[in-house]
């Protein structure tokens, strides 16, 4: 994943001013910044949700503007809102996702992949009446059922207790174990503790490698 | 079955899924459909002859600001737990998405109609089951073109602050040619043929249907990205 010169404004404000950030396939960076600073608009930008005002980003060699039908493929996204149906159920959430990328939900494997993130008994019920956590958990198991190249997650560990901290943290170790990229926006470094390889911090519109503290980094020669 | 033709039944799937568990939009509409034939009687008086002649343009009207209703809401469920941008981060072409929403919504409305016709003819005292056929299709194709534009339309008001306004003030105008098409053909149809220019109505509905059916589909990703 290639940013370069990547800015970004809405309307006057410009909330990213020139990013450049390379992340080598088999690595997982940790993004910080405060709150406001760009770490969601430069999430949404890697995925081709938004376009750049400037620069270009590349995702394993495709533009996410020109060739955006070629990264979406690649790309999985947990974010603040899991973008799940309420009138669906868990089930049929999932058995959506797997249509909307053009697979057969036919022999899918909808309620182990339930049961692998706590919900093997709500696989019936409506998400009207999940909590937050649920919701996210859902989301998982949507990333689960199609495990992405480049993982993208957004303050990941919002609304999940520690049980659902180890699962994201497991599919972070996992994506990167099968040669993939992992993006991670926290605040919460901590909990991250033992998966990143780096860290990008943004501050000002501008993103710049900053030391992370060892307790923090992945252990050397081997996963987390 | 390829990709693209899995990816527009999922949506025709969800959104009718969500509908008929909920049945909120579809009372709603049909419940101010008949209160818009009811207040147009009560305007119109109890002149026989005046219903018969207007009831083609009332009965097109009755769609229009009820079906209006029906588009907001087919987003509304997108923007919802930021669900529009899942889905705008699937693999495939987004056209699909459109495909998908305007059969939903093609299948809803015209749901809507089969109530709100015959409560029509009865208001109105219509011969509906004397023209049921060519009636049917005027219906088909005015509702067609109504949908496809309000699909479209509506998926560019989602992203606007004050969608419910701007959605009929978009609408609305673009609507001309159809409903007065649309309208003729009906009057021409119900109250007899005198000028023999209901196929030529017919032809513009068609003409009408086909033009912005490519059109949204070739526009719809620029105006559903942020």
Same mark, same amino acid.
């Given at each position: 994943?290639?940013?370069?010169g990547?800015?970004? =404004?809405?309307?006057?404000?410009?909330?990213? =001013?020139?990013?450049?950030?390379v992340?080598?396939?088999?690595?997982?960076?940790?993004?910080?910044?405060?709150?406001?600073s760009?770490?969601?608009?430069?999430?949404?930008?890697?995925?081709?949700?938004?376009?750049?005002?400037?620069?270009?980003?590349?995702v394993?060699?495709?533009?996410?503007?020109r060739?955006g039908?070629?990264?979406?493929?690649l790309?999985?996204?947990?974010?603040?809102?899991?973008?799940?149906?309420?009138?669906?159920?868990?089930?049929?959430?999932?058995?959506?996702?797997?249509?909307?990328?053009?697979?057969?939900?036919?022999?899918?494997?909808?309620?182990?992949?339930?049961?692998?993130?706590?919900?093997?008994s709500?696989?019936?019920?409506?998400?009207?009446?999940?909590?937050?956590?649920?919701? =996210?958990?859902?989301?998982?198991?949507?990333?689960?059922?199609?495990?992405?190249?480049?993982?993208?997650?957004? &303050?990941p560990?919002?609304?999940?207790?520690?049980?659902g901290?180890?699962?994201v943290?497991?599919?972070?170790?996992?994506? =990167?174990?099968?040669?993939?990229?992992?993006l991670?926006?926290?605040h919460d470094?901590?909990?991250?503790?033992?998966?990143?390889?780096?860290?990008?911090?943004?501050?000002?519109?501008?993103?710049?490698?900053?030391?992370? &503290?060892?307790?923090?980094?992945?252990?050397a020669?081997?996963?987390? | 079955?390829?990709?693209?033709?899995?990816?527009?039944?999922?949506?025709?799937w969800?959104?009718?899924?969500?509908e008929?568990?909920t049945?909120?939009?579809?009372n709603?509409?049909?419940?101010?459909a008949?209160?818009?034939?009811?207040?147009?009687? *009560?305007?119109i008086?109890?002149?026989?002859?005046?219903?018969?002649?207007?009831?083609?343009?009332?009965?097109?009207?009755?769609?229009?600001?009820?079906?209006?209703?029906?588009?907001?809401?087919?987003?509304?469920?997108?923007?919802?737990?930021?669900?529009?941008?899942?889905?705008?981060l699937?693999?495939?072409?987004?056209?699909?998405?459109?495909v998908?929403?305007?059969? %939903?919504?093609?299948?809803?409305?015209?749901?809507?109609?089969?109530?709100?016709?015959?409560?029509?003819?009865?208001?109105?005292?219509?011969?509906?089951?004397?023209?049921?056929?060519?009636?049917?299709?005027?219906?088909?194709?005015?509702?067609?073109?109504?949908?496809?534009?309000?699909?479209?339309?509506?998926?560019?008001?989602?992203r606007?602050r004050?969608?419910?306004?701007?959605l009929?003030?978009?609408?609305?105008?673009?609507?001309?040619?159809?409903?007065?098409?649309?309208?003729q053909?009906?009057?021409?149809?119900?109250?007899?043929d005198?000028?023999?220019?209901?196929?030529?109505?017919?032809?513009l509905?068609?003409?009408?249907?086909?033009?912005? *059916?490519? %059109?949204?589909?070739?526009?719809?990703?620029?105006?559903?990205?942020?």
């Open positions: 994943m290639a940013l370069a990547v800015a970004r =404004r809405f309307g006057r404000r410009w909330v990213l =001013r020139g990013v450049d950030l992340v080598q396939p088999g690595q997982v960076v940790v993004l910080t910044g405060r709150n406001g760009g770490k969601t608009t430069l999430l949404r930008l890697v995925a081709s949700l938004i376009r750049p005002s400037r620069g270009a980003i590349r394993f060699g495709h533009d996410t503007v060739e039908a070629n990264v979406r493929p790309v999985g996204i947990l974010a603040h809102n899991a973008g799940i149906y309420d009138d669906l159920t868990a089930g049929e959430n999932l058995i959506f996702s797997l249509r909307m990328a053009g697979q057969s939900a036919r022999g899918a494997p909808i309620s182990e992949t339930l049961e692998r993130v706590g919900l093997a709500f696989e019936f019920e409506r998400v009207r009446g999940f909590s937050a956590g649920m919701r =996210r958990r859902l989301g998982l198991a949507r990333l689960l059922l199609r495990p992405p190249r480049l993982l993208l997650l957004d &303050e560990y919002a609304s999940f207790d520690q049980d901290i180890d699962l943290n497991e599919f972070a170790v996992h994506t =990167r174990s099968q040669g993939g990229t992992v991670l926006s926290t470094l901590a909990r991250a503790a033992g998966i990143p390889d780096w860290r990008a911090h943004i501050a000002d519109g501008l993103i710049s490698e900053v030391p992370l &503290e060892d307790r923090f980094r992945r252990p020669g081997g996963l987390a | 079955m390829s990709a693209e033709l899995r990816r527009v039944g999922a949506i025709v969800k959104d009718l899924t969500a008929r568990r049945k909120a939009n579809f709603a509409v049909v419940f101010l008949g209160l818009i034939l009811l207040l147009f009687g *009560f305007a008086g109890p002149d026989g002859q005046t219903m018969e002649l207007i009831a083609g343009g009332v009965l097109w009207l009755t769609v229009l600001f009820s079906g209006v209703l029906s588009f907001n809401r087919s987003y509304e469920q997108e923007l919802e737990n930021g669900a529009l941008e899942m889905l705008l699937y693999p495939g072409d987004r056209r699909s998405i459109f998908g929403k305007l059969l %939903a919504n093609l299948l809803f409305v015209l749901l809507v109609e089969v109530v709100m016709v015959p409560l029509a003819a009865v208001l109105y005292d219509l011969p509906l089951w004397q023209h049921i056929g060519p009636l049917s299709l005027v219906l088909f194709l005015g509702t067609t073109g109504f949908v496809t534009l309000g699909t479209f339309y509506a998926a560019m008001a989602s606007l004050a969608r419910e306004v701007m009929p003030l978009l609408l609305f105008p673009m609507l001309v040619p159809l409903l007065v098409g649309a309208v053909a009906t009057g021409g149809i119900l109250n007899g005198l000028m023999g220019s209901t196929a030529s109505w017919l032809r509905l068609v003409v009408f249907d086909v033009i912005f *059916f490519v %059109a949204a589909l070739f526009a719809f990703e620029h105006v559903i990205e942020d």
